[in-house]
């Protein structure tokens, strides 16, 4: 999503505007960095719902998450997206013949690193179902879907974007979003619970 602004700030600014990933730490390195820039508008950053929870989280930061950086607007939103890895043959998810087969299922699932919002939903998706899942920290999305796709972990929860690249190519399935209704881009994804009558 930043590579895409980037290009239209790039045009708007009439100047070239990099676009620097800066991973780590919950998003908490580069929201260092940039705390540490100079305050001359020309350093942003783009972060999502985990700068806040990561923030809560760290108490060794080497800045003030509240009074050092400022929002400025909000880009997008949208809903989490469960995918698992895509069976070929049969067209359908494919979860390990290890997980059992009983009510409380134990699943391995990365969750994106302690304290990213895809932590937390799979926390209160563990607390709302009574389901035993190991989640597994990663340093990014990235590398967290390559073990679901490779099968080393079983399943993933995170942003619709960073699995839809890999879903219209085959490699995952999506199960199911975890917004209160269907997602007009994926109407055919059932909703993780139904919405209130």
Same mark, same amino acid.
């Given at each position: 999503?930043?590579?895409?602004?980037?290009?239209?700030?790039?045009?708007?600014?009439?100047?070239?505007?990099?676009?620097?990933?800066?991973?780590?730490?919950?998003?908490?390195?580069?929201?260092?960095?940039?705390?540490?820039?100079?305050?001359?508008?020309?350093?942003?950053?783009?972060?999502?719902?985990?700068?806040?929870?990561?923030?809560?989280?760290?108490?060794?930061?080497?800045?003030?998450?509240?009074?050092?950086?400022?929002?400025?607007?909000?880009?997008?939103?949208?809903?989490?997206?469960?995918?698992?890895?895509?069976?070929?043959?049969?067209?359908?998810?494919?979860?390990?013949?290890?997980?059992?087969?009983?009510? &409380? /299922?134990?699943? +391995? =699932?990365? #969750?994106?690193?302690?304290?990213? !919002?895809?932590? *937390?939903?799979?926390?209160?998706?563990?607390?709302?179902?009574?389901?035993?899942?190991?989640?597994?920290?990663?340093?990014?999305?990235?590398?967290?879907?390559?073990?679901?796709?490779?099968?080393?972990?079983?399943?993933?929860?995170?942003?619709?974007?960073?699995?839809?690249?890999?879903?219209?190519?085959?490699?995952? &399935? /999506?199960?199911? +979003? =975890?917004? #209160?209704?269907?997602?007009?881009? !994926?109407?055919? *994804?059932?909703?993780?619970?139904?919405?209130?009558?």
């Amino acid at each position: 999503m930043a590579r895409v602004m980037g290009r239209y700030l790039n045009e708007e600014f009439k100047q070239p505007v990099v676009v620097e990933n800066r991973p780590g730490a919950s998003t908490m390195l580069g929201a260092g960095y940039v705390a540490r820039a100079d305050a001359d508008g020309y350093v942003l950053m783009l972060t999502s719902m985990s700068y806040a929870t990561s923030a809560a989280i760290y108490s060794n930061l080497t800045f003030d998450p509240i009074n050092d950086l400022v929002g400025v607007t909000m880009v997008s939103k949208g809903p989490g997206c469960w995918s698992s890895r895509h069976c070929c043959r049969c067209n359908r998810s494919r979860i390990s013949s290890t997980t059992p087969r009983r009510t &409380r /299922a134990r699943l +391995i =699932t990365p #969750p994106r690193g302690n304290g990213t !919002v895809n932590h *937390l939903w799979m926390e209160q998706f563990k607390s709302v179902t009574k389901t035993d899942i190991v989640q597994i920290p990663y340093k990014g999305a990235n590398p967290a879907i390559l073990d679901v796709i490779s099968g080393r972990s079983q399943i993933f929860l995170g942003s619709l974007p960073s699995v839809w690249g890999k879903v219209k190519a085959g490699q995952l &399935r /999506a199960i199911a +979003i =975890t917004s #209160p209704k269907r997602s007009a881009l !994926v109407p055919e *994804l059932r909703l993780l619970r139904k919405p209130p009558a």
